[in-house]
Nanobody, 123 residues
């Protein structure tokens, strides 16, 4: 059974950093492309980062380029999202997800996702 558990969220001041983790179980992480998406109150779901399963190519939405870094530790079966220079508009629930691939991301259907972790950026 595929299970994804996000953690690492919290309340951070603007300009701060967080490292989100996504513990995967029930499947082997390196066989899958993985992504992070977020959902803010009153806004549509937004894909923020994707990492491919083959060469580990990474992709980011424009608003987070240079500030977010997606990575994976296959030995730990864990996906990460390093978030730097946080802005109030980054406030959202962040989810990790499996998907068929990053080629058409962010216009994709996610296959599985966790319950999310809340990131709040406020002074």
């Amino acid at each position: 059974q595929v299970r994804l558990v996000e953690s690492g969220g919290g309340l951070v001041q603007p300009g701060g950093s967080l490292r989100l983790s996504c513990a995967a179980s029930g499947f082997t992480l390196d066989y899958y492309s993985m992504a992070w998406f977020r959902r803010a109150p009153g806004k549509e779901r937004e894909g923020v980062a994707c990492i491919s399963n083959n060469y580990g190519n990474t992709y980011y939405t424009d608003s987070v380029k240079g500030r977010f870094t997606i990575s994976r530790d296959n030995a730990k079966n864990t996906l990460y999202l390093q978030i730097d220079t946080l802005k109030p508009e980054d406030t959202a629930v962040y989810y990790c997800a499996t998907l068929p691939g990053c080629l058409n991301w962010p216009v994709v259907t996610y296959d599985n996702w966790g319950r999310g972790t809340q990131v709040t950026v406020s002074s």
